[in-house]
C-alpha cells in the first residue's frame, strides 16, 4: 500500500502499513541522543499514546497541539494523535507564552503534548508529557480518520494577518506523497533522510518524515542544524538524501571541498526549498561532491511541494522547475487567466509564445488545503484553483521562475511573518512612534526582517531595546535582524505606509 493506496485509512494508515511490512527496520533516529524506533516500535508506541489522549477526554475531531522539537517524540505523537482521530496542531517549542496563548485559543486545542508539563496554558487546556515507550499496554482502538477530514491545522502568516490556520486533509496531504512519487526513484526504501528542518513546519513534516514513513525509509532527525556537527551526523548515520534550505547549503560550502567530500560521501541526492538557492552555493555543492541541489517551490496550502527541479532531473539557477506529476499551473493577471500549463512538457512552447510574462502562480491539484481554519474561507474557487500571492514567469522550457510577491509577506527559512504582526509589536514600545517592517534579502535565510523605526519626541531608544522587546513576544524568525532609525516613514497621499520604497 503506497501514499495513494492509504487513502481509506488517512495519513496515519501510512505507519499501519510501514509496521506491517517492515517491522524490523529502523523507522526513527535522533542525532544527538541516538534514540531511535523501528516501524514496529513507532507504530506500538503511538498506540499506547493514543490510549493516553483518549484517556485525557480526546475524541474525533478535537484539536491536540503538539508542542515538541524535530525528535521521536514527534512522532510517537504525531501518529498518536491521529490514531485517536484528532486534528494535529503543530506548533514551535520556541513560541513565546502571548504567541502560543494566542494559536491554542485560535485552533480550540484541548490538549498540548510537551516535554514542558509545567508551562503556562490557557483555561482548559491541559498538558500531555510525550511517552515513546514501544511496550506499553494499547487497548483502544483506532479512531484514525480519512479523505476529507482534517488531519492538520498548520500556521502561517497569511495576507490578512495572523493567526492564520490552514486546514490540510488526509487527502491533500497523502496525494502531494503521491505527487512526490511521480518522480522516479525521488525516495526508497533504502533511503536514509536527515531531516534537520522543524517537524512543525510543512516542509519538514509532509516531504520530511511523511514521505520517509511512506516509503518505509529510515527518518535521520536532527533537532537543530549546525553545519559541522550536522555534517558529522551525514557520515555518522550514512544519510543519502538530504532535505534541506539554502542556510544549510552555504554554510556547508563554506566548509570546504575536501571535508564535503569526505563527509556527504554516501548521499546520492540534496533538495533545497523555501527561498532561493544562490548559484555560488549550488557551485560549490557540486564542484566539492559531484551532486547537484535541486531546488523546489511549495506552499503550506499546497501540502506544501508544487514544483521542483527533479521533474527535469536538472538544476537550473534561478528556477523551481516544474509542477510535479498531477499538479496544474497556470499565470493569472488580476483581470483574467491566461492558459494553463500543460502537464505535457513538450507543448509549453505552444502556449506560451514569449518568455518572461509575469502573473500571479495559480495552482489546482488534489493536494490543495480546505481553506482557513476554522470556517474554510479562502480556499480553492469554484473550479479547483488556488491563486497564490507569489509572482513569478515561465521561461522557454516552460520552467517557473519567482519574481516577487504580490504581498508584504515576508519569509525567512520557508516560515512566513506578516509585517504588520511585528509592527505591531514593536508599536507596544511607548518610545515608539511609528514603525514599518520590510523582508530584505539575506544570503543565509533568503529573506531577513528588518524595522524601521521613528522614535517618539524626546525619546532614547537602542536597537537592542527593540529587538530585545520582539524576542519576548514573537517567535525568534520573526525578530527583526536589522533596525534603522529614522525621522519619518514614507505614506502614500492617502496615509498609507508605502513599504515598497523602504525595501
Same mark, same amino acid.
Given at each position: 500500500?503506497?501514499?495513494p493506496?492509504?487513502?481509506?485509512?488517512?495519513?496515519?494508515?501510512?505507519?499501519?502499513?510501514a509496521?506491517?511490512?517492515?517491522?524490523?527496520?529502523?523507522?526513527?533516529?535522533?542525532?544527538?541522543?541516538?534514540?531511535?524506533?523501528?516501524?514496529?516500535?513507532?507504530?506500538?508506541?503511538?498506540?499506547?499514546?493514543?490510549?493516553?489522549l483518549?484517556?485525557?477526554?480526546?475524541?474525533?475531531?478535537?484539536?491536540?497541539?503538539?508542542?515538541?522539537p524535530?525528535?521521536?517524540?514527534?512522532a510517537?505523537?504525531?501518529f498518536?494523535?491521529?490514531?485517536?482521530?484528532?486534528?494535529?496542531?503543530?506548533?514551535?517549542?520556541?513560541?513565546?507564552?502571548?504567541?502560543?496563548?494566542?494559536?491554542?485559543g485560535?485552533?480550540?486545542?484541548?490538549?498540548?503534548?510537551?516535554?514542558d508539563a509545567?508551562?503556562?496554558?490557557?483555561?482548559?487546556?491541559?498538558?500531555?508529557t510525550?511517552?515513546s515507550?514501544p511496550?506499553?499496554?494499547a487497548?483502544?482502538?483506532d479512531?484514525?480518520?480519512?479523505?476529507?477530514?482534517?488531519?492538520?491545522?498548520?500556521?502561517?502568516?497569511?495576507?490578512?494577518?495572523?493567526?492564520?490556520? $490552514?486546514?490540510?486533509?488526509?487527502r491533500?496531504?497523502?496525494?502531494?506523497?503521491?505527487?512526490?512519487?511521480?518522480?522516479?526513484?525521488?525516495?526508497?526504501?533504502?533511503?536514509?533522510?536527515?531531516?534537520?528542518?522543524?517537524?512543525?513546519?510543512?516542509?519538514?513534516?509532509?516531504p520530511?518524515?511523511l514521505?520517509?514513513v511512506s516509503?518505509?525509509?529510515?527518518?535521520?532527525?536532527?533537532?537543530?542544524?549546525?553545519?559541522?556537527?550536522?555534517?558529522?551526523?551525514?557520515?555518522?548515520h550514512g544519510?543519502?538524501?538530504?532535505?534541506?534550505v539554502?542556510?544549510?547549503?552555504?554554510?556547508?560550502?563554506?566548509?570546504?571541498?575536501g571535508?564535503?567530500?569526505?563527509?556527504?560521501?554516501?548521499?546520492?541526492?540534496?533538495?533545497?526549498?523555501?527561498?532561493?538557492?544562490?548559484?555560488?552555493?549550488?557551485?560549490?555543492?557540486?564542484?566539492?561532491?559531484?551532486?547537484?541541489?535541486?531546488?523546489?517551490?511549495g506552499?503550506?496550502?499546497?501540502?506544501?511541494?508544487?514544483?521542483?527541479?527533479?521533474?527535469?532531473?536538472?538544476?537550473?539557477?534561478?528556477?523551481?522547475?516544474?509542477?510535479?506529476?498531477?499538479?496544474?499551473?497556470?499565470?493569472?493577471?488580476?483581470?483574467g487567466?491566461?492558459?494553463?500549463?500543460?502537464?505535457?512538457?513538450?507543448? $509549453?512552447?505552444?502556449?506560451?509564445?514569449?518568455?518572461?510574462?509575469?502573473?500571479?502562480?495559480?495552482?489546482?491539484g *488534489?493536494?490543495?488545503?480546505?481553506?482557513?481554519?476554522?470556517?474554510?474561507?479562502?480556499?480553492?474557487?469554484?473550479?479547483?484553483?488556488f491563486?497564490?500571492?507569489?509572482?513569478?514567469?515561465?521561461?522557454?522550457?516552460?520552467?517557473?521562475?519567482?519574481?516577487?510577491? *504580490?504581498?508584504?509577506?515576508?519569509?525567512?527559512?520557508g516560515?512566513?511573518?506578516?509585517?504588520?504582526?511585528?509592527?505591531?509589536?514593536?508599536g507596544?514600545?511607548?518610545?515608539?512612534?511609528?514603525?514599518?517592517v520590510?523582508?530584505?534579502?539575506d544570503?543565509?535565510?533568503?529573506?531577513?526582517?528588518?524595522a524601521?523605526?521613528?522614535?517618539?519626541?524626546?525619546?532614547?531608544l537602542?536597537?537592542?531595546?527593540?529587538?530585545?522587546?520582539?524576542?519576548?513576544?514573537?517567535?525568534g524568525?520573526?525578530?527583526?535582524h536589522?533596525?534603522?532609525?529614522?525621522e519619518?516613514?514614507?505614506?502614500?497621499?492617502?496615509?498609507?505606509?508605502?513599504?515598497l520604497?523602504?525595501?
Open positions: 500500500m503506497s501514499a493506496e492509504a487513502t481509506q485509512s488517512g495519513v496515519g494508515g501510512l505507519l499501519t502499513r509496521a506491517a511490512t517492515w517491522p524490523e527496520h529502523p523507522a526513527v533516529r535522533e542525532t544527538g541522543t541516538g534514540h531511535g524506533l523501528t516501524y514496529a516500535e513507532l507504530a506500538a508506541a503511538a498506540q499506547v499514546q493514543a490510549g493516553r483518549a484517556d485525557a477526554g480526546v475524541r474525533p475531531g478535537d484539536r491536540v497541539a503538539l508542542r515538541l524535530t525528535s521521536v517524540d514527534f510517537v505523537a504525531f498518536a494523535a491521529l490514531r485517536a482521530g484528532a486534528i494535529v496542531v503543530p506548533l514551535s517549542p520556541q513560541a513565546p507564552g502571548p504567541e502560543l496563548e494566542k494559536l491554542l485560535h485552533s480550540g486545542a484541548k490538549v498540548v503534548i510537551s516535554r509545567d508551562a503556562p496554558l490557557p483555561g482548559g487546556v491541559s498538558v500531555l510525550p511517552g515507550d511496550d506499553g499496554v487497548e483502544s482502538a479512531a484514525g480518520r480519512a479523505g476529507e477530514d482534517i488531519a492538520v491545522i498548520s500556521y502561517t502568516s497569511g495576507t490578512t494577518g495572523p493567526p492564520r490556520g $490552514v486546514m490540510l486533509s488526509h491533500a496531504l497523502l496525494a502531494n506523497l503521491a505527487q512526490l512519487d511521480g518522480i522516479e526513484g525521488v525516495l526508497t526504501h533504502d533511503d536514509r533522510v536527515l531531516i534537520t528542518i522543524p517537524l512543525f513546519h510543512v516542509y519538514g513534516l509532509g520530511g518524515l514521505h520517509a516509503a518505509g525509509a529510515t527518518a535521520i532527525l536532527s533537532e537543530r542544524f549546525e553545519a559541522q556537527r550536522t555534517l558529522d551526523d551525514c557520515a555518522a544519510v543519502t538524501t538530504i532535505a534541506g539554502p542556510t544549510m547549503y552555504a554554510e556547508f560550502a563554506a566548509l570546504g571541498a571535508e564535503l567530500r569526505e563527509k556527504l560521501a554516501t548521499v546520492r541526492r540534496m533538495t533545497s526549498g523555501a527561498a532561493p538557492l544562490h548559484p555560488k552555493v549550488l557551485t560549490a555543492i557540486r564542484e566539492a561532491t559531484g551532486l547537484d541541489v535541486y531546488e523546489g517551490y506552499l503550506t496550502e499546497c501540502a506544501p511541494v508544487v514544483t521542483s527541479t527533479l521533474v527535469t532531473g536538472y538544476p537550473k539557477p534561478g528556477s523551481v522547475g516544474r509542477p510535479l506529476p498531477g499538479i496544474e499551473l497556470r499565470l493569472v493577471d488580476s483581470d487567466t491566461d492558459q494553463a500549463v500543460p502537464l505535457d512538457p513538450d507543448d $509549453v512552447d505552444d502556449v506560451f509564445e514569449a518568455e518572461g510574462e509575469t502573473g500571479l502562480v495559480s495552482i489546482r *488534489a493536494n490543495l488545503f480546505s481553506g482557513y481554519w476554522p470556517d474554510g474561507d479562502h480556499g480553492p474557487d469554484a473550479e479547483g484553483w491563486r497564490t500571492g507569489d509572482v513569478g514567469y515561465l521561461d522557454t522550457d516552460g520552467d517557473l521562475h519567482l519574481v516577487d510577491r *504580490a504581498n508584504d509577506l515576508i519569509i525567512v527559512n516560515f512566513n511573518v506578516f509585517p504588520r504582526e511585528v509592527e505591531e509589536v514593536i507596544q514600545l511607548p518610545e515608539v512612534a511609528e514603525a514599518a520590510v523582508g530584505v534579502v544570503e543565509r535565510s533568503g529573506e531577513a526582517v528588518k524601521f523605526v521613528v522614535p517618539a519626541a524626546g525619546a532614547s537602542s536597537e537592542q531595546q527593540v529587538v530585545e522587546h520582539c524576542a519576548a513576544h514573537l517567535a524568525y520573526k525578530v527583526p536589522a533596525v534603522e532609525f529614522a519619518s516613514l514614507p505614506h502614500s497621499a492617502t496615509g498609507k505606509l508605502r513599504r520604497r523602504l525595501r
